[in-house]
């Protein structure tokens, strides 16, 4: 598609549950994001991919969290555990390139711990 | 903490009139800034972006100002519609960063017909 693509689009599930979101970007974009937006916030970083170069996932907020990417395509990101406060909408963005170059989001997923 | 920080919850601007959002930095080694528009259950939307060595940048309708005396970011909508009615976000990055955007709160525009 043109545009960055997030599946689900909404997931509920129970606290302690695992999850998995995952990310298809732009064709062709190199650079890949995880954000983290909660009810009424801005977005909080989580973690960026860019070619073979090491993630930084300075963003992630306790070892629950973990992303892979494979190659310059899909990424998932998964939750374990789930708690609570891991209740947010999680946005995905990709970029032709690292570096000073817009992001383009998806639509993210809206994650609800019951 | 880190933050990039916004003036203004919600601005109210009649339709027609020119809307003008702004927002606040903290961080005088970012090199990069950019603002996104969000709709109710969508992802941001790409506005505008204008690099540290620029002052300001015209898209269709929108202009960017940067000031970076005094750390202050800008967005001046013209001719507001009712379509431009949304959250609007200020985002930076620190220059040698890897990518990582810093968001503000977010501003809600409302556009009265």
């Known amino acids: 598609g043109a545009g960055v693509s997030q599946s689900p689009s909404n997931k509920v599930t129970e606290k302690g549950k695992d999850v998995e979101l995952r990310c298809d970007p732009i064709?062709?974009?190199?650079?890949l994001y995880w954000y983290r937006q909660r009810l009424g916030q801005g977005l909080e970083f989580l973690i960026y991919?860019?070619?073979?170069?090491?993630?930084?996932k300075s963003g992630l907020p306790s070892d629950r969290f973990s992303a892979e990417r494979t190659g310059e395509s899909v990424s998932t990101l998964t939750i374990q555990r789930t708690q609570q406060e891991d209740s947010a909408v999680y946005l995905c963005?990709?970029?032709?390139?690292?570096?000073?170059?817009?992001?383009?989001f998806g639509d993210g997923t809206r994650l609800s711990i019951l | 903490g880190e933050s990039v920080g916004l003036h203004l919850p919600t601005l109210s601007v009649q339709e027609g009139d020119n809307s003008i959002i702004n927002c606040a930095y903290s961080n005088s080694a970012s090199d990069y800034f950019i603002w996104y528009k969000q709709e109710s259950g969508k992802g941001p939307q790409f506005i505008i972006d204008?690099?540290?060595?620029?002052d300001k940048r015209q898209g269709q309708r929108v202009t960017v100002l940067l000031n970076k005396t005094v750390k202050h970011l800008s967005l001046q909508i013209a001719a507001t519609q009712p379509g431009d009615s949304a959250v609007y976000f200020c985002a930076e990055k620190r220059a040698g960063n890897t990518g990582k955007l810093i968001f503000g709160q977010g501003t809600t525009l409302q556009v009265k017909p």
């Open positions: 064709s062709g974009h190199t650079a």
């Open positions: 991919f860019q070619g073979n170069s090491a993630p930084d």
């Open positions: 963005a990709s970029s032709l390139g690292p570096g000073n170059q817009p992001q383009h």
């Open positions: 204008i690099r540290s060595n620029m």
